[in-house]
């Protein structure tokens, strides 16, 4: 669940020499600094142990209960994808709500107006390297895609990231998993309801659209200098189905994943999309660089 509880998969990995003639170049690059809200579209990124510099390093707090605000809890927090987040060159974190008003992350004046969002006392808040973090995820039944769930998730659960990831570090989306989803719900479906690290673009002769970066399995890879151990596929949440900054509300996508991309993970038979990744090996990327699976 892409940002959803999402523990650390095992599936059967795809034939080793299949792996090898897998190479995608890095077509789009993602950060989102703070959890849940829009994100931005960069250039070049640095990618440490914890994933790319600067994302998800902060958070909203729910005071009342202590935990993190995620939009998987969707009443009241689905909102949160409505309001953004960028970087300044400086490292600054600014903060903009959906009627375009800004503020740097840490301000408490950016407290009082998401508390009056929120209707709820909450805070902004930065990672903390020996803090475990945990976010409550409750929504209703979607037919064909999802049962209802209410749970207390922990953060960071396959991951050494101190970021507030839900699982694993980085997140890979293929263009051609995109594309096919599109077929399959007859409209393009934009790639920010997956919130992706990397957008990846096949550069192998007569790649076949469809979900094949589903059957990776476990294994070695690496993205621009940056070395990965890829962990399996991503399962995903009514967090897709949601209207966002730009994009309206769309259930079909999910429902679509869970007729065709189901996948068994360690937390059930779910509707996956994208893959997952830790970086075994820190390293730069930038936008053309290479994707490949190493052995």
Known sequence: MSEAGEARRMVEPANSSERKTQEYRVSELWRYPVKSMGGESIDVADVGIDGIAGD???????????????????????ALLHWAASTTDDGTVLVESPDDDAWIAGDPALD?????????????????????????????????????????????????????????????????????????????????????????????????????????????????????RMSGPTPRCVMTTLSQRGLEPLRAGLQALAANARRDTLIGNLPCFGTAAEVTGPGTVRLGDRFAFTG
């Open 56 to 78: 998800r390093r902060w958070a909203v707090r729910d005071l009342e209960t202590g935990k993190v605000a995620s939009a998987k809890k969707t009443r009241p927090f689905g």
């Open 112 to 228: 009082r107006a998401l508390s009056a969002a929120f209707d709820r006392p909450v805070a902004m808040v930065a990672a903390e390297d020996d803090r475990q973090e945990s976010y409550d995820a409750e929504w209703e039944l979607i037919p064909g895609a999802l049962s209802s769930v209410s749970a207390e998730v922990p953060m960071a659960v396959a991951s050494p990231s101190m970021a507030f990831v839900d699982a694993s570090a980085l997140h890979l989306v293929t263009e051609g998993a995109l594309d096919h989803l599109g077929d399959l719900v007859g409209a393009a479906v934009a790639v920010e309801r997956f919130r992706p690290t990397a957008l990846l673009r096949s550069v192998n002769v007569g790649s076949p659209r469809g979900f094949v970066d589903l059957d990776w399995g476990e294994g070695e890879a690496t993205l621009g200098g940056a070395s990965l």
